[in-house]
């Protein structure tokens, strides 16, 4: 199993631009994590899905950013319009019932200039 | 509402000096711990669960109910240890980590 895949690796965008990062998940897993990693903040949730279907978006920062995860094997994040303050790095990890922890993707690296 | 906080951002020790990364958390019922290392600018990757109580790369760590702690221990650092550890805490019936803000391990030669 080639793990999490994200992407893209790297996105430089400019400032009211929109963003759509990419994420994979490992064949069979039922669950599907989004987190944002910054200096300041540390590593965030942002939303969860299990079985395709959203479980806690409480972490999504406002309405300019939305999350889908149409099949078992894709999901979205998507920035709109994206803001100098949205520039991190954004992990996809997903997991299965029944097994403790997550694998992680390597990660979207976001510039908004 | 679950927290899991590390006290130090930064902890700088000599190759060969013993390790312990603190972290606390909070949370009422009982919870499954974690630690998590980022080697740099790659994925966080899974170091330690406490429900297996293993020994990883030499580093262990022990849930202390007590003192709601779960400190990762190493008895002699390598330079190679060198990376950000996250702790991590969840619990049943919410599948996903609550993060610590992390601690960078600094193994100098």
């Known amino acids: 199993d080639a793990g999490v895949i994200q992407s893209p690796r790297h996105e430089v965008t400019e400032m009211g631009q929109e963003v759509t990062l990419r994420c994979k998940p490992i064949s069979g897993h039922d669950y599907l994590f989004w987190y944002r990693q910054t200096m300041m903040r540390g590593l965030e949730l942002l939303i969860y899905f299990n079985n395709n279907v959203p479980i806690d978006d409480s972490g999504m920062p406002e309405d300019r950013f939305s999350a889908k995860m149409p099949n078992a094997s894709f999901s979205t994040l998507k920035i709109q319009p994206s803001e100098p303050r949205d520039s991190a790095v954004y992990f996809c990890a997903s997991s299965r019932t029944g097994a403790s922890g997550y694998t992680f993707g390597s990660g979207t690296r976001l510039t908004v200039v | 509402a679950q927290r899991v906080t590390q006290p130090e951002k930064l902890l700088s020790v000599f190759k060969g000096a013993p390790v312990e990364l603190k972290c606390n958390y909070s949370?009422?019922?009982?919870?499954?711990l974690f630690w998590y290392v980022q080697y740099s600018r790659q994925r966080l990757q899974l170091l330690l669960r406490?429900?297996s109580r293993e020994s990883i790369k030499g580093f262990t760590a022990d849930l202390n109910k007590g003192e709601t702690s779960f400190h990762l221990k190493k008895p002699f650092a390598q330079e190679e240890d060198s990376a950000m550890y996250y702790c991590?805490?969840?619990?049943?019936?919410?599948?996903?980590?609550?993060f610590g803000s992390g601690t960078r391990l600094q193994v100098q030669p």
């Open positions: 406490h429900i």
């Open positions: 991590a805490l969840s619990y049943t019936g919410r599948r996903a980590l609550t």
């Open positions: 949370y009422s019922g009982s919870p499954e």
